[in-house]
Antibody, heavy 122, light 111 residues
Framework: EVQLLESGGGLVQPGGSLRLSCAAS????????MSWVRQAPGKGLEWVST????????YYAESVKGRFTISRDNSKNTLSLQMNSLRVEDTAVYYC???????????????WGQGILVTVSS | QSVLTQPPSVSGAPGQRVTISCTGS?????????VHWYQQLPGTAPKLLIS???NRPSGVPDRFSGSKSDTSGSLAISGLQAEDEADYYC???????????FGGGTKLTVL
């Protein structure tokens, strides 16, 4: 059974930093891309970042480019998101999502964690 | 303003059929990128409902079906049940943004 468990959320002041982690189990972690998707309170879903399973190529939404860094440790089956220069508008529940597909058939998020709340406020 | 456009809400009585549209453009769905659908029950994480336009993951009832045409995708739910009351999101890839995009979400109310 695929399990994704996020940790590291909490309250941080604007301009501060936070590091999210996602512990994965139940599948061959290194073989799959992984992503972060967020949801602001009462709002819809927003893709944040993706890292491929093979060569670790990274992709970022424009809203977080240059501030967030996605990484993975295949030896520990762990996905991370380093968030710097946080803004009030980064306040959201952040979901870790197993990502599958390819460029011909399309990439999608087949399993999701329960989410972790990040609140950016003074 | 989401790149993919969904109706904010739809409703139907138990047993009825409803459809949710997802309208994109020539840089996403119209460019040939697949449409995927997610169901988010109140207070829970999203769950994959339909992948690559029409595919139902194991465990998803066949009351749910997806389709794609030109620059839009569609999710149909037949035999509506109370437990289907949730938010539904479409998702694709956008070449202009070089990233994955979601629709704004549609709240389904079972009357």
């Amino acid at each position: 059974e695929v399990q994704l468990l996020e940790s590291g959320g909490g309250l941080v002041q604007p301009g501060g930093s936070l590091r999210l982690s996602c512990a994965a189990s139940g599948f061959t972690f290194s073989s799959y891309a992984m992503s972060w998707v967020r949801q602001a309170p009462g709002k819809g879903l927003e893709w944040v970042s993706t890292i491929t399973g093979g060569d670790g190529t990274t992709y970022y939404a424009e809203s977080v480019k240059g501030r967030f860094t996605i990484s993975r440790d295949n030896s520990k089956n762990t996905l991370s998101l380093q968030m710097n220069s946080l803004r009030v508008e980064d306040t959201a529940v952040y979901y870790c999502a197993k990502t599958r597909g390819d460029w011909s058939s399309g990439w999608y998020f087949d399993y999701w964690g329960q989410g972790i709340l990040v609140t950016v406020s003074s | 303003q989401s790149v993919l456009t969904q109706p904010p809400s739809v409703s139907g009585a138990p047993g009825q059929r409803v459809t949710i549209s997802c309208t994109g453009s020539s840089s996403n769905i119209g460019a040939g990128y697949a449409v995927h659908w997610y169901q988010q029950l109140p207070g829970t994480a999203p769950k994959l409902l339909i992948s690559v336009n029409t595919n139902r993951p194991s465990g998803v009832p066949d009351r749910f079906s997806g389709s794609k045409s030109d620059t839009s995708g569609s999710l149909a739910i037949s035999g509506l049940q109370a437990e289907d009351e949730a938010d539904y999101y479409c998702q694709s890839y956008d070449s202009s943004l070089s990233g994955w995009v979601f629709g704004g979400g549609t709240k389904l109310t079972v009357l």
